[in-house]
């Protein structure tokens, strides 16, 4: 079935630095990749996302590629504010009568 | 609506009780998705609806979860004989279908004492 690996959390940066958080798959057909955020007391919404091979999702700075070759959707910001403190969730959707599966998600924390 | 509706936001029950857990989607959308959320952990898929039927109900924990969608819109999450274990939040989302993103409520924090 499908599935969804994050890399294991949390993650603890300082300002400004630079942020990968990893992300693969595993997919029957033809998935649509996201990115979902949530901020602390917030509900989960969408922050980017890409529907087909090697297109760029990019959203308040993020990025992340779509790569069917090695089924990877990481997810990457040149400098990190203390505002992107959230969780972070990795999903994908593939045809018809398929639920949106998520990965575990990734606490990160950004210290001034 | 704007988005998607759940109610009620906060629900205090006593173990053994059942509770229904109401989803207001957005309009049009013809996928719906509930999810569980514990403290610290991911996001546990519960029910798909497309439509009024339910493709997938493979996440549902045990026989006293049970969900029905009615007129392709709004949808009840219902728990018989509530557990301590059923405490998290459950989230309802919505999407106009299969590869398309989902919208998500705002949750509903339901506490089993």
């Known amino acids: 079935g499908d599935s969804v690996t994050q890399m294991e959390g949390p993650v603890t940066l300082s300002e400004e630095a630079f942020l990968t958080i990893n992300c693969t798959y595993t997919a029957t057909g033809y998935p649509s990749l996201f990115w979902y955020v949530q901020y602390p007391g917030e509900g989960l919404q969408l922050l980017l996302k890409?529907?087909?091979?090697?297109d760029k999702g990019s959203n308040k700075g993020f990025e992340a590629t779509y790569r069917k070759e090695t089924t990877s959707f990481h997810l990457e910001k040149g400098s990190v504010q203390v505002s992107d403190s959230a969780v972070y969730f990795c999903a994908l959707s593939t045809g018809a009568n398929s639920k949106l599966t998520f990965g575990k998600g990734i606490t990160l924390s950004v210290r001034p | 609506g704007a988005g998607v509706s759940q109610s009620p936001s906060n629900k205090v029950t006593e173990k053994g009780k059942d509770v229904e857990l109401r989803c207001d989607p957005i309009s049009g959308h013809t996928a719906l998705y509930w999810y569980r959320q514990s403290l610290g952990q991911g996001l546990e898929f519960l029910i798909y609806?497309?439509?009024?039927?339910?493709?997938?109900k493979s996440g549902l924990p045990s026989d006293r979860f049970s969900a029905e969608r009615t007129g392709g819109s709004v949808s009840t999450l219902t728990i018989q004989r509530t557990q301590q274990e059923d405490s998290a939040v459950y989230l309802c989302?919505?999407?106009?279908?299969?590869?398309?993103?989902?919208?998500f409520g705002q949750g509903t924090r339901l506490t089993v004492v």
């Open positions: 989302a919505s999407s106009f279908g299969a590869l398309t993103e989902a919208f």
């Open positions: 890409a529907t087909k091979a090697d």
């Open positions: 609806f497309q439509g009024n039927s339910a493709p997938d």
